[in-house]
């Protein structure tokens, strides 16, 4: 069985269930972001910590980064979005627009999307051919271990939700006119081609799913359930490293 089909999307949360742990996980995350600004406890800043997320179009990612970011001071995280490359970028080794983005000792950066897109949307979408998509799972390898053996924590997301409730989501946005801007041609695109993006996800979990750098599959049907998951994954992953 994939991977993708082994995840429950029937998890959720009531709202009050949800609303009792993501305080306490933010709660803890704001400490544990304190001490590793070097703002509680030791003076000397701790490791640099980058979270990174991907998944299906409406999956959450920006409702899960949102309530993940809220309780933390804006100076000791950041979110950057990234879109398609620009003519510029294009230019440079596919992995040279993220650097800039990276966090340093002490720092926290949220990433939404990442140099993942050259194995998902570059490669379903034939932007590269298969020899380049094919090369970047070991390039990509090579370039997190790096950032991990430099000190880096690193926290990958996936956001899995199911056909129909991504259909659902996309209606929904579609009939808000305060949503819609969200909604576009390529996104309906994209979702016709949703068993070739399957197939590419497979393969990106195969490949790069590794003991210093795995991916976190989060079950998304349930916004309630996934803003939580995340939360307290990122709060268990800096605790392995703080200590609690």
């Known amino acids: 069985m994939s991977r993708l089909g082994t995840l429950d999307l029937s998890l959720a949360l009531s709202r009050d ?5 993501l305080e306490a996980a933010q709660r803890r995350l ?4 304190l001490r590793l600004a070097g703002v509680l406890g030791e003076d000397e800043p701790g490791p640099a910590v980058c979270v990174l997320f991907e998944g299906w179009d409406a999956a959450g990612k920006g409702g899960a980064i949102k309530r993940l970011v809220a309780p933390l001071d804006p100076r000791h995280v950041r979110v950057v979005t990234f879109a398609a490359p620009s003519e510029y970028e294009r230019r440079h080794h596919f992995l040279w627009r993220f ?7 002490g720092e926290m950066s949220v990433l939404d999307r990442s140099w993942y897109g050259r194995v998902l949307v570059e490669r379903v979408e034939r932007l590269v051919g298969e020899e380049v998509w094919r090369r970047a799972y070991e390039e990509i390898a090579s370039f997190e271990r790096s950032l991990v053996l430099e000190g880096t924590v690193l926290i990958k997301f996936w956001l899995h939700i199911s056909s129909r409730e991504q259909l659902k989501r996309f209606m929904a946005r579609e009939a808000d006119p305060l949503k819609s801007w969200k909604l ?3 996104d309906w695109r994209n979702r016709d081609r949703r068993a070739d993006y399957e197939q590419a996800v497979e393969d990106m979990l195969r490949w790069t799913d590794l003991p210093h750098a795995p991916w976190h599959l989060i079950e998304g049907d349930s916004k309630r359930y996934a803003r939580v998951k995340v939360a307290e994954t990122v709060v268990a992953e800096l605790e392995a490293v703080v200590g609690r």
């Not at 269930?17 to 742990?21: G, S, T």
């Open 17 to 21: 269930e949800e609303a009792e742990r």
């Open 30 to 33: 704001l400490e544990l972001r």
């Open 99 to 105: 650097f800039g983005a990276l966090p340093a000792r």
């Open 184 to 186: 576009t041609g390529e």
